[in-house]
């Protein structure tokens, strides 16, 4: 199991909204910041969102990240079939003194 | 811009020890206010964070993996490493290489990963 918690899969139709969520506590979500990473089949992850709701360089702001307690999220608007993939999160685990990451969430664009 | 390459040996025996080294171009992996991370992946699942280097000298390890890992820094080189001893099938995955932004905590680059699988 993982320490992070993401639903295995969402989806949602081309152009609609979908939200992916990713459940931990207070030792990593609740106290530190929160990443996104989008990865494609055979690719190595990109990073998507960092510091809770920060956008690299280059990433379309269809792309979002909120955070609230000990939950993050990660918000995808006017889905596209190219956004197919799947999304993880990650953070730092006080109690574990390290990196933790989501089970990971595949997304489908019907 | 900066880029990571970590080859890998493509496949070890039960037993004996996967080393995997990332090469670091387009700057130099001494630079302050940095950690470089090794991360896999088994086949068809999730991601594994596995250990971290920084540039304070500081190293942390997966708890799960601990007793079985060390990772190491040469500057002269300007690549990282990564030492599993005693692998078994379980360790087999794909294995990355990332620059991890301490505090932040976010990987930005990785690798491309490679392939490490353990059977005899």
């Known amino acids: 199991q993982s320490v992070l918690t993401q639903p295995p899969s969402v989806s949602a139709a081309p152009g609609q909204k979908v939200t992916i969520s990713c459940s931990g506590s207070?030792?990593?979500?609740?106290?530190?910041?929160v990443s996104w990473y989008q990865q494609f089949p055979g690719t190595a992850p990109k990073l998507l969102i960092y510091e809770n709701d920060k956008r690299p360089s280059g990433i379309p702001d269809r792309f979002s990240g909120s955070k609230s307690g000990t939950s993050a999220t990660l918000g995808i608007t006017g889905l596209q079939t190219g956004d197919e993939a799947d999304y993880y999160c990650g953070t730092w685990d006080t109690s574990r003194n390290g990196v933790v990451f989501g089970g990971g969430t595949k997304l489908t664009v019907l | 811009q900066l880029q990571l390459q970590e080859p890998g040996p493509g496949l070890v025996k039960p037993s004996e020890t996967l080393s995997l080294t990332c090469t670091v171009s387009g700057g130099s992996i001494s630079s302050r206010g940095y950690c470089w991370d090794w991360i896999r992946q088994p086949p068809g699942k999730g991601l594994q964070w596995i250990a971290t280097i920084c540039y304070t000298g500081n190293t942390y390890y997966n708890p799960s993996l601990k007793s079985r890992v060390a990772i190491s820094v040469d500057t002269s080189m300007n690549h990282f490493s990564l030492k599993l001893s005693s692998v078994s099938v379980a360790d087999t995955a794909v294995y990355f290489c990332?620059?991890?932004?301490?505090?932040?905590?976010?990987?930005?680059?990785w690798g491309q990963g490679t392939l490490v699988t353990v059977s005899s």
């Open positions: 207070s030792s990593n979500i609740g106290n530190k910041l």
């Open positions: 990332a620059r991890r932004i301490p505090y932040s905590d976010y990987f930005d680059p």
